[in-house]
């Protein structure tokens, strides 16, 4: 069923929109920011800051920070991909979270922060605004992540980067209901994080036979999400909970990652990284930066980045739009929004354009006014950065894990490379290929002198490993 506000109808590509208007959306609080921001920078004051639901990259970097004496962790939450962390998925409670870190930190700290976009971020949003710190309004990170919301506040001004939509229950889609669809389609939950259960579908048996689960994934899917439908009922922001789909018209074309950040109401764009898929599918291969699109594509993306963030009314923290762009006329058409940083690419606005990007979102969130962009715009140590992926798309894991020898090899010849191994078994491995359409089992992030220098880099990495290097 189309709801009100749908269209089946195919869109046609407007032109470029006038960017340079910054209103919020009609009801949406006042922010929490800017207005007596610590320009000066104490730092003579060790700082106290809570990261909520942390990241793998989290944990490698915040101990270098700490080393600084400039600021001091705490961290709470818990690891959704690590068992028995994740156990906690079961109980877990967004009301009851926050009421406990506001009984725990109330006058014990200076900022939240959290680059976790399952819950970290609204639970972040949430702890701030309890605590009369700086953060992003909690019904903005709702908004950005309510697919159906986004829609529909972004439809008058960019309803040209939308394709054609559909929104259905999961589980239950009738044959008869599924008959109706034109296919094929793109599968993607309301809300979600890290693609799961996003698929393309050719035909009304296979999106049945996809959103087919056992009682337990049927009850894990719901949990994910309790979070999430807890806090739109509380703020009451949006009447539909966030057990649907989203079925629409496949995106074609390249797809680019656009990091940013708002402050006081400003919005500035960080870098722009190009994704690339494995061949045939719309799984990461790599991200890699700086992006390869021409210069003039690259500023209109930033614009309508800027102005998308403005029509949702962002105005404090980290985010990050993906976008397809036509290969032929670099028309747009937005992905998704997504109210956090993306932990994974941080290290690349340092590499590449000398931009601390976690000491910027712990300033922020203390409420110290980030520095004025350097013009020219500054520049790093290295030319080229990209965040390598390795996958299976069958029952098959990492081939072999890396050596002590080959991790001191890697520190030895790649000083700033990060490597993370990802291996699963069983039925963790089956069920990443159902809800994920393949396999994660490493990441490599590094830098290097140019892109020939980068690739250089990661097949030899291969190599050493006897990893599979596609590229």
């Known amino acids: 069923m189309t709801p009100p506000g749908c269209t089946t109808a195919l869109l046609r590509d407007a032109p470029d929109e006038a960017v340079d208007a910054a209103r919020p959306l009609p009801g949406m609080p006042a922010p929490r920011d800017g207005s007596g921001a610590d320009t000066a920078r104490d730092s003579g004051r060790t700082r106290h800051v809570l990261v909520l639901f942390g ?39 967004i009301e009851r ?36 710190l700086p953060g992003t309004p909690p019904a903005h990170i709702l908004l950005a992540q309510h697919k159906l919301a986004a829609r529909d506040a972004l439809r008058h001004r960019f309803a040209h980067l939308q394709p054609p939509w559909y929104l ?33 579908v ?39 909970d966030a057990h649907h789909v989203i079925l629409e018209s496949p995106m074609r074309g390249l797809q680019v990652n656009v990091d940013g950040y708002a402050w006081g109401g400003e919005r500035r764009i960080l870098g722009i990284a190009d994704e690339v ?29 800027l102005a998308v963030m403005a029509e949702l009314g962002y105005t404090h923290g980290f985010f990050n739009l993906e976008f397809f762009v036509d290969p032929d006329s670099g028309a747009l058409k937005l992905i998704e929004v997504n109210p956090r940083l993306a932990a994974q690419l941080a290290e690349f606005h340092q590499w590449l354009h000398g931009i601390d990007v976690y000491e910027l979102g712990f300033e922020m969130a203390c409420n110290a006014a980030p520095p004025a962009p350097a013009s020219p715009p500054a520049r790093g140590r290295y030319g080229a950065a990209a965040s390598f992926v390795w996958r299976a798309f069958d029952a098959q894991s990492c081939p072999r ?70 590229y």
């Open 55 to 93: 990241s793998d990259w989290d944990d490698e970097l915040l101990h270098r920070y700490a080393a600084t004496g400039r600021w001091r962790f705490s961290t709470e939450g818990f690891d959704l991909f690590r068992f028995p962390s994740n156990a906690q998925l079961l109980w877990v409670n």
């Open 97 to 132: 979270f926050v009421d406990k870190m506001v009984r725990r930190y109330r006058g014990r700290i200076d900022g939240v922060i959290s680059t976790n976009e399952q819950f970290g971020a609204l639970a972040a949003a949430l702890v701030a605004e309890r605590l009369g």
């Open 168 to 200: 259905a229950a999961p589980y239950d889609i009738p044959p008869a209901q599924a008959e109706r669809f034109a296919y094929p389609l793109f599968v993607k939950p309301l809300k979600a994080t890290f693609s799961v259960l996003a698929r393309e």
């Open 202 to 240: 050719h035909s009304a048996q296979e999106l049945r036979a996809h959103l087919r689960f056992r009682p337990w994934e049927k009850h894990i899917i719901k949990r994910l999400l309790v979070p999430y439908n807890q806090a739109l009922r509380k703020l009451r922001t949006h009447v539909l």
């Open 277 to 305: 898929m494995y061949p045939g599918t719309m799984s990461f291969l790599r991200f890699e930066a700086p992006s390869r699109l021409p210069a003039d594509w690259q500023a209109r993306i930033e614009r309508t980045a």
């Open 401 to 470: 894990l890396p050596s002590a020898a080959d991790l001191a090899w890697l520190r030895s010849n790649f000083a700033h490379a990060r490597l993370k191994c990802f291996p699963k078994s069983g039925h963790a491995l089956r069920r990443d290929l159902k809800w994920l359409s393949s396999h994660r089992w490493a990441l490599l992030n590094m830098p290097a002198a140019d892109a020939a220098a980068l690739r250089a880099g990661y097949e030899a990495i291969c190599a050493r490993l006897g990893w599979p290097a596609p």
